[in-house]
């Protein structure tokens, strides 16, 4: 490095901070790891100053401002997720850290939206637990193996009805009744700012799901009207759908003890004879000590996620355990090849109805919780499924989980 970048380096470190680093050669990596984040941040400065100044005739003035602005932001996220990397749990311990288990619930309904029809209720439960575990081989054949490391099981139901319910034989061109039962096993790894979920899903669409019966008995008991045509349901079928999202973390503005603003874009894909879409999406969240997770999911898709990772905080290495909260906001796009409950049977004729391709989702979350609990409400927009109909839906989530 010629003279004046060394200089212009050892300049950046005592500007941003290295200068507050002492302990002399035993101290070196953290001086290091502290330059190395200081360069992070003057980078975009540089950048800016050079791209600014720069003659370029040719180029529009506003041109040029972008092409500034998209570098800083680049950089500033680069050094957001170094930052949420210091003072969090990055995942290397993954071997020696104590296990953490977690259990949870999660109920879906409509009833909040004044609503009864198409996705009309959903429950699932599930156990998780970080650390060593009989899925460690097949772990470290994945690529994104190295990290954090939850395994989780689940059960999940989710309802399907019609508009009117009141019809014995329904509308052949409204969503059909339809219901499903499934057991999840998810392989999770978060590493840093990094979340790779994969989960495979096995269970049975149609009367042996239960569905009906549940909801028949439910509304007995609630004194709310009877739907009248389980008999025209999607008939039974055994599914077998696989699952994959990834996530990335970036911490916008704050720090992990106190206010902070967060983005979390996700993309993900499912593929079997239950369900086969593609989607895209970003979560943004703002609160005071939120926990160290990857958002939310969908009970229909990955439904569970890693428990917040444990957050350092001082010298000391105490764990955060006051009260912390956050409210979300997210939207997605699906693209939709297949669904069962729209599509109908795979291998026999059953109610169906043409599905939309694209159905967009937008939410709003209230998140609270501390180092043994996390309880989430989510109000979930979803637009049209099928075509026929106004098939937007609205509903209410609610999610409790419990560590241990």
Known sequence: MPSFGRAAARKVCY???????????????????????????AVPLFLWAGLARAPVPS???ALRLTLCACLAVACLGSGSAHAAAADGWTGAENLTDKRL??????????????????????????LSHTGESWADPVMDWL?????????????????????????????PTDRPYAGVLTFGLGLHVDRDNRYHGFKLILGVVGPWAGAGEVQREVHRLIHSTIPQGWDSQVHNEPVVNLAYEHRRKYRVLGRADGWAVEAIPVVGFMAGNLLTQAQVGAQVRLGYKIP?????????????????????TGSSGSWLSTLGFYVQGGIAGNLVLQDITLDGNTFKDSPSVDKEWLVPVAGLSLGVGNRRFLAVFTYVFQGDTFKGHASAAQYGSLRFSYFF
Request: charged fraction near 25%.
């Open 15 to 41: 500007i941003y901070g290295a200068k507050g680093q002492k302990g002399g050669f035993g101290n070196m990596g953290r001086i290091r790891e502290s330059c190395t984040s200081s360069v992070a941040r």
């Open 292 to 312: 160290d997770d990857f958002g939310s999911s969908q009970l229909r898709g990955m439904n569970e996620l890693p428990p917040p990772r444990p957050t350092r």
């Open 59 to 61: 180029a529009p003035y």
């Open 101 to 126: 288990w977690s259990f949870g619930i999660r109920w879906e309904n409509d009833t909040i939206a004044n609503h009864d029809r198409f996705y009309t209720n959903g429950a699932a439960l599930w």
């Open 143 to 171: 690529p994104w193996g190295q990290g954090r490391r939850t395994v989780t099981y689940s059960l999940s139901q989710a309802i399907f009805t019609p508009e009117d319910t009141e019809r014995e034989v329904p509308d």
